[in-house]
């Protein structure tokens, strides 16, 4: 499944010349108070693109500014990634 995946995000224009370094499946369930904590991805492993993959339903990515936190609220976006919907990060 991996290795389809891949050849089919390769084919994107963001994506292009990109090796992957990490793959993960994670099965969250709302029902059952599952979530992803607030983490700030590592650029120097991770560098760039991010790809997600949202595959069995809807979710929310939160996405905050850390450099905008100056004693004021941060920056804030909220984000519906709907069931099969892939996101790709970049910059």
Known sequence: ????????????????G???????AIDYRQRSGHYLT??????????????????GGDCYMTFRNEKTNQGN???EKRV???RRTLQVLTG
Do not use: G, Y
């Open 73 to 75: 609220k941060q920056e």
């Open 1 to 16: 499944f991996q290795s389809i995946l891949v050849e089919k995000l390769q084919t994107l224009k963001p994506m292009k």
């Open 80 to 82: 519906l990634l709907k």
């Open 38 to 55: 607030n983490h700030v991805d590592d650029r120097q492993l991770s560098k760039e693109p991010i790809a997600n993959l949202s595959i």
């Open 18 to 24: 990109c090796v992957p370094n990490e793959a993960n």
